[in-house]
């Protein structure tokens, strides 16, 4: 079967638990397109793609002394990668099925 | 009493399962189809397990995690498996997703689960008396490549892949349409949670309940063509650990059970698997998913801890609580 080549690195380095630097990376290789973010806690990292092919974003952020949990570095990147969900609307007394935890 | 019954909501059929470590729900349109869709649906679930099973051993995903592990052992870099046609495009299609969220939900996370304890069914981890202790090697620095191209996977010798965050919603996708396909009337399936149909829809619309870890129903929507949905939780696939309990839900930055103040995140998409994508990384993200889901234009609704709730980019606000359904 053929398919297009995919790559997901990932990589977290704390360097120092107070400055809390993160470096992070993450894309899809083969000339498709390229992500890569750095920056410091509470910073907004520098996204840049080598194409226009729907990206990764960068996920970053600040991990301080290993209990806190990164935030995304740019909590807007990667949209427009995601479908339009038609409108939802609510529905009526009959329930046919169900999403739940599981 | 005609009218009625032509303009009433359009009466669908269903039927049960257990499968994949959780519960199935098979609906159709047509009585007459059921029983053709039911087989059809066991035997793609049996195709699925043998491919794509984290705990069957005979899986060909366990082989392949076998192999990184013994790669790992023997100081190999990588690991290169070709794959079969259906693995393949569970691979290319968790790997899309990992892309799609930056990386927060990933099938690279094996290691984590195994070490956070969730290493076989559900049922057994919780079932032990003192939580497993585990120490498995992850590969180092937190650099883990994992790659198909051509049918042919290449991984980071050591990485342990688990398909729980792509599988089973891409399944529900699928099967939906071929089974609707087959038996030519509307399904609706849900494999644990995550929600996809196919063919024509009920009069009325597939009614939809989203329902908390406590079995009540939060609101019911009407789902029409194209909308899908899934629900990821901290609050099911959890069991007891020595500093107060983790769940299935790894997030990779810590290589632990994410820590989130929401105890659900349901989300609509076309497909269930985006919806399962964008409902696990909400959980990932914590206080940062709302802006993120309405960032990318996600409905969702998110329930915290405390059980109040929060609705994002065009989630229906009017809600309505009823009991579990029989």
């Given at each position: ?88 609307q609510?529905g009526g007394s009959n329930v046919h099925a ?5 | 009493?005609t009218n009625a019954l032509a303009t009433g909501p359009e009466p669908v059929f ?13 609906l159709t349109t047509d009585v ?148 609707a396909?087959?038996?030519?009337s509307g399904v609706l ?8 149909s196919?063919g024509r829809v009920p009069r009325g619309g597939w009614q939809i ?11 019911v929507l009407t789902a029409h063509d194209?909308q ?99």
């Open positions: 079967m053929n398919t297009t080549n995919h790559v997901v690195r990932a990589r977290w380095i704390t360097v120092s638990a107070s400055a809390a630097a993160v470096v992070a990376t993450a894309g899809i290789a083969s000339g498709l397109a390229i992500v890569q973010g750095s920056g410091t806690a509470g910073s907004t990292a520098t996204t840049s793609s080598n194409s226009s092919t729907p990206s990764a974003e960068t996920p970053g952020g600040a991990v301080s002394d290993g209990s806190t949990v990164a935030s995304p570095s740019d909590g807007t990147s990667g949209a427009g990668n995601w479908p339009p969900t038609p409108p939802l609510n169900q999403t739940s935890a599981s | 009493m269903s039927t049960g399962l257990c499968a994949l470590g959780t519960h199935v729900r098979l007459a189809s059921i029983s053709v869709a039911r087989a059809m649906l066991i035997e793609r679930l049996a195709e699925l397990d043998c491919v794509a099973s984290r705990f069957r051993p005979s899986s060909e995903l366990s082989r392949i995690n076998d192999q990184s592990r013994s790669a790992a052992a023997e100081g190999r870099r990588t690991v290169t498996v070709p794959v079969s046609d259906l693995l393949c495009e569970h691979l290319t299609l968790a790997l899309d997703i990992a892309a799609r969220t930056g990386g927060l939900v990933t099938p690279t996370v094996g290691n984590d689960l195994i070490n956070a304890g969730y290493d076989a069914d559900i049922e057994v981890v919780r079932s032990r008396d003192e939580p497993l202790q585990r120490d498995h090697h992850v590969p180092g620095p937190a650099d883990r490549v994992c790659q198909v191209d051509k049918g042919v996977l290449t991984l980071t010798a050591g990485v342990t892949l688990d398909l729980g965050c792509s599988a089973k919603a891409a399944a529900a996708q699928r099967w939906a349409a071929e089974i396909a087959r038996v030519g399936l849900d494999l644990g949670g995550d929600l996809a196919g309940g989203v329902v908390d870890w406590t079995g009540s129903i939060r609101q194209g899908a949905f899934a629900t990821s939780s901290t609050r099911v696939r959890a069991w007891p650990s020595e500093d107060g309990g983790r769940h299935h839900i790894i997030d990779p930055r810590i290589g632990s059970s994410a820590r989130t103040p929401w105890a659900q995140v349901t989300c609509a998409s076309t497909h269930a698997h985006w919806a399962n994508a964008a409902s696990t990384a909400a959980v990932i993200l914590g206080v940062d998913a709302p802006d993120w889901l309405s960032a990318n234009d996600i409905p969702a609704l998110l329930i915290a801890d405390d059980g109040t709730e929060a609705r994002v980019a065009g989630w229906p606000t009017t809600s309505t609580h009823r009991d579990r359904p029989a």
